[in-house]
């Protein structure tokens, strides 16, 4: 019974996960994409090749990457009853880093197959990550709409401030918990050889 208990969490994480990358996808492609190169004609060579360049995050070597940030501006002026915004601005860069294989064309076409399944759900993983970006943008923006600051203009600032960082850090947990959940990709088919 376990192991069929497990089989159905693990199709309702993986149909949650789906359809929230899904409504990301449009967002996703908003992420700069960046490469590093590998060369190889065989699997071996190209899984060294990746941990020897794959970018690094906590010391630690991985076959891709997302960065995503999230930034404000506002405008604010002092009011008889404290403080206003006059304007909220909430902005969302990143960049996904992937291996990008360079090969001269005497691969075999089953390696190509592999890898080009590889690459998609890499992929697929990293977009997972910057939707958390997207959703921190999103959770920010609408903070900022519903905000009733209190005090000075000081106080109302460092208010708002403080809840948009308890934002991020919510969504950097889940970048963490995303990963660990997935074993970084693999579980979504992000893995090579």
């Known amino acids: 019974m376990k192991k069929l208990a497990d089989r159905h969490a693990w199709l309702a994480f993986a149909t949650a996960t789906a359809l929230a990358l899904v409504t990301s996808a449009v967002h996703a492609e908003n992420a700069r994409i960046a490469y590093y190169d590998v060369v190889g004609n065989n699997a071996q060579v190209l899984r060294q090749q990746m941990n020897a360049k794959g970018p690094l995050d906590g010391g630690r070597r991985f076959d891709a990457h997302t960065d995503w940030y999230v930034k404000w501006n506002y405008r604010y002026r002092p009011t008889a009853s404290g403080c206003e915004f006059t304007s909220v601005e909430v902005s969302l860069t990143g960049t996904i880093l992937l ?11 089953a390696l190509v197959q592999k890898w080009d399944r590889y690459v998609a759900a890499l992929r697929l993983h990293e977009n997972g990550h910057y939707a958390h970006g997207v959703s921190a943008e999103k959770a920010i923006e609408a903070m900022a709409k519903s905000f009733r600051g209190s005090g000075d203009c000081r106080v109302m ?37």
């Open 99 to 109: 291996p990008r294989w360079v090969h001269t064309g005497n691969a075999s076409g």
């Open 157 to 193: 600032a460092s208010e708002f401030n403080d809840q948009a960082h308890s934002i991020l850090a919510r969504y950097n947990a889940l970048d963490v918990a995303y990963d660990r959940e997935t074993d970084h990709g693999r579980t979504q088919g992000a893995q090579f050889p």
